[in-house]
């Protein structure tokens, strides 16, 4: 049965008008940083042994933490393409809004496809054996086609385990069209939009519930309706960001209660019922306020230096190729290197990864977004 991550995120993208990432903002990177290196030690139990974790909450919450890390995704993702739509709307830019959603498409898709090549010939030429029970085609076929969630649930023994991850981004693909759609349509009447999203947000979150008890968790982590509330939140504070904007004083402090909050409810949530219930919906409404303090000032009291700080801030810039690699080279590097010391492998495998993200965003990620800037100036 193919063992879909749940625990992904997708590394957003600050797109000002035309749909290019723009200079990113560095206490943002920063939030991107944390939920990259959470989502990678969700993971960790391909490469080193989880089992004397378990009895330590707080020790064990890091390696557990990958719901949160989809919702700070989710969050920052539409937070930005909803700022960035309406003010491409306001300016008059109309074809701008579909054009950043071709463009991101375009642009994450870059890094997938290089991936699904790597896996192509790694599963058909180097180790076919090890791939024999999986459809590969159908599951490359619909990660392209932005509908792998709906694979994995209605055939989860022929999905390829090692992308499971890839959920994500057919999820947020989906939910960026449709909320381009409604922006489109609401523009004119912002605190409408952000009101109606802010409760489309939380019925998600209830609906999550109900369906975490309803059926499996697998398949209740992996609906759009189930994982949008996150999305939704986020969308719903880029809407008011123009009203927040000139009150940004206003934020700074409950920016550095909802931070220092995170922690706790972090934890608290990394449990996947709590997080399936009222937690989940608790990390959105704190996700949001972070995204309106940091996006508002150019600091915050006591911790505002905590998600500027340089490492953050370098694996949060590279956080989409990190997120694409990750899991299959944790996965190939696991099941090849089964009697090393975990500590090795997991050296291995995150040099790999960390390669990997740096080559295709150098050779291919890069050289496209530039090509794409020229082509609609």
Not at 152 to 173: E, F, N, Q
């Amino acid at each position: 049965m193919a063992r879909a991550t749940t625990h992904g995120g997708d590394p957003g993208v600050d797109a000002p008008s035309g749909g290019y990432p723009a200079a990113h903002i560095p206490a943002v990177d920063g939030l991107r940083g944390v939920a990259i290196l959470l989502v990678a030690l969700s993971h960790g139990w391909l490469l080193w042994p989880t089992d004397h974790l378990d009895d330590h909450r707080l020790l064990f919450a890091p390696f557990t933490s990958g719901n949160v890390a989809v919702s700070v995704f989710f969050a920052i993702t539409a937070f930005m393409a909803t700022r960035a739509s309406l003010d491409d709307l306001s300016a008059g830019r109309r074809r701008a809004v579909p054009r950043r959603i071709a463009h991101r498409w375009v642009r994450i898709h870059t890094q997938v496809f290089a991936l699904l090549a790597a896996v192509l010939v790694w599963s058909l030429v180097v180790v076919p054996d090890d791939y024999q029970d999986y459809d590969t085609g159908t599951s490359v076929l619909r990660i392209a086609t932005s509908s792998w969630n709906w694979f994995l649930i209605s055939d989860p023994m022929i999905a390829r385990s090692d992308l499971g991850h890839l959920w994500y981004l057919s999820v947020d693909m989906q939910l960026l069209i449709v909320l381009g759609l409604v922006v489109w349509i609401a523009h004119r009447h912002r605190v409408l939009l952000a009101t109606g999203l802010a409760a489309g947000g939380t019925l998600a979150g209830i609906w999550r519930a109900h369906e975490f008890d309803a059926q499996s968790p697998y398949q209740a982590l992996l609906m759009t309706t189930t994982r949008m509330d996150s999305f939704l939140w986020g969308a719903a504070a880029g809407a008011l960001w123009v009203w927040a904007r000139p009150h940004a004083s206003r934020f700074r402090w409950p920016g550095t209660v909802a931070l220092i909050a995170m922690v706790p409810v972090a934890v608290w949530a990394s449990d996947v019922r709590t997080y399936a219930g009222w937690g989940g919906l608790v990390v959105d409404v704190l996700v949001v306020v972070v995204l309106l303090s940091v996006t508002t000032n150019e600091d915050l009291p006591l911790v505002g230096g905590l998600l500027r700080a340089r490492p953050l801030r370098v694996v949060g810039a590279i956080s989409l190729g990190l997120y694409v690699w990750h899991y299959p080279v944790f996965w190939a590097v696991a099941v090849q290197t089964p009697d090393w010391a975990w500590p090795a492998r997991t050296v291995v495998a995150v040099g790999l990864t960390v390669a990997a993200a740096e080559l295709t965003r150098r050779r291919l990620e890069q050289p496209l977004t530039h090509w794409l800037r020229r082509g609609s100036e």
